[in-house]
């Protein structure tokens, strides 16, 4: 069964880091594309980065290239989400998502069919 157990959130102040951590089990990090999506109250869910873990290929939403990066570790089957200089308006909750296969230019939320629980992130001004 795939699970994927997301933690590292919680409330940081504004122009602090976060590392976030998406923990797989029932899958091979190789085999599958994971991502993470974050969604603020009143809003829609939106993508925040993918990985390809078996070449380390990465898809960032643009606006937030600069201070957000997503690695994997495949010892550990873990895919991290280090933010930085974080804001109140990266205040979300942030959900970890994969699929079977290879994300192409993007990470087309509609492919992903499995999904954490969420893990919540508070940034204060």
């Known amino acids: 069964e795939v699970q994927l157990v997301e933690s590292g959130g919680g409330l940081v102040q504004a122009g602090g880091s976060l590392r976030l951590s998406c923990l797989a089990s029932g899958f091979k990090l190789d085999d599958y594309a994971v991502g993470w999506f974050r969604q603020a109250p009143g809003k829609e869910r939106e993508g925040v980065a993918c990985i390809n873990s078996y070449d380390g290929t990465t898809h960032n939403t643009y606006r937030l290239r600069d201070r957000f990066t997503i690695s994997s570790d495949k010892a550990k089957n873990t895919v991290h989400l280090q933010m930085d200089n974080l804001g109140p308006e990266d205040t979300a909750v942030y959900y970890c998502?994969?699929?079977?296969?290879?994300?192409?230019?993007?990470?087309?939320?509609?492919?992903?069919?499995?999904w954490g629980q969420g893990t919540q992130v508070t940034v204060s001004s």
């Open positions: 998502a994969a699929f079977f296969g290879r994300a192409w230019g993007g990470c087309p939320e509609e492919l992903f069919d499995h």
